[in-house]
């Protein structure tokens, strides 16, 4: 079983409307949790920390449940250049930082 | 800062040759990894280093593979023969090491074709 699990997608969303990702990780030992955002041919870049007691940033949520081991994120109203491969992170206390597969998300016009 | 810098950007090679990747990772941090990316598989975590030190090298995926940090400010990735699987995006990536919010770094990644 893979350590972060994410559903691969796509997810074809028109504009405006609101996605949810899951993900969930194996290791409950992991510590810190992080949404990255990758576009086509580019280095992933981090979105969001996902803390505890869940943060938003703007049009975007992300929640942590440590009982079931999953986190997730939301984006509300969505743009076109919303359109990338949101990528799940978990990272351990010996700062080992494991990445899901991604989840390709296509915003439609 | 410059950020994280790996070189070369692209690498073409026959299969067999050996491959070098470097990156630089941005002053600071003391935690580096090195990570593969294909459409198959995703990002995959090869081997990470802390204050320069190799911590877990269970993603190497062969022999074939090594990385070395001599030093703070470089590291190394070899292929050594190189195969037509090996052809994927390898990255590396930085961070501050046990700090609360561990924000990984990214280079631009190598592009690396083996034929």
């Known amino acids: 079983r893979k350590e972060v699990e994410q559903d691969p997608g796509p997810f074809n969303v028109p504009e405006g409307a609101t996605v949810a990702f899951n993900c969930t990780y194996s290791n409950s030992a992991s510590q810190s949790f992080f949404w990255y955002r990758q576009d086509c041919r580019k280095e992933p870049k981090l979105l969001m920390s996902v803390y505890s007691s869940g943060n938003e940033d703007g049009r975007f949520t992300a929640q942590l449940n440590r009982a079931s081991q999953y986190i997730s994120l939301l984006i509300r109203d969505s743009k076109l250049s919303d359109s990338a491969t949101y990528l799940c992170?978990?990272?351990?206390?010996?700062?080992?930082?494991?990445f899901g597969k991604g989840t390709r998300l296509h915003i439609l016009p | 800062d410059a950020g994280v810098i790996q070189s070369p950007r692209h690498e073409v090679t026959e299969m067999g040759q050996e491959v070098t990747l470097r990156c630089k990772p941005i002053s600071g941090h003391n935690s580096l990894f090195w990570y593969r990316q294909t459409m198959m598989r995703g990002l995959e975590l090869l081997i990470y280093?802390?204050?320069?030190?190799?911590?877990?090298d269970s993603g190497m995926p062969e022999d074939r593979f090594s990385a070395k940090m001599p030093n703070a400010s470089f590291s190394t990735l070899k292929i050594q023969p190189s195969e037509p699987r090996d052809s994927a995006v390898y990255f590396c990536?930085?961070?501050?090491?046990?700090?609360?919010?561990?924000?990984?770094?990214f280079g631009q990644g190598t592009r690396l074709t083996v034929v």
């Open positions: 280093f802390n204050n320069n030190v190799p911590i877990d």
């Open positions: 992170v978990a990272a351990n206390r010996d700062d080992k930082i494991i």
């Open positions: 990536a930085s961070s501050r090491s046990l700090t609360w919010d561990r924000e990984a770094f």
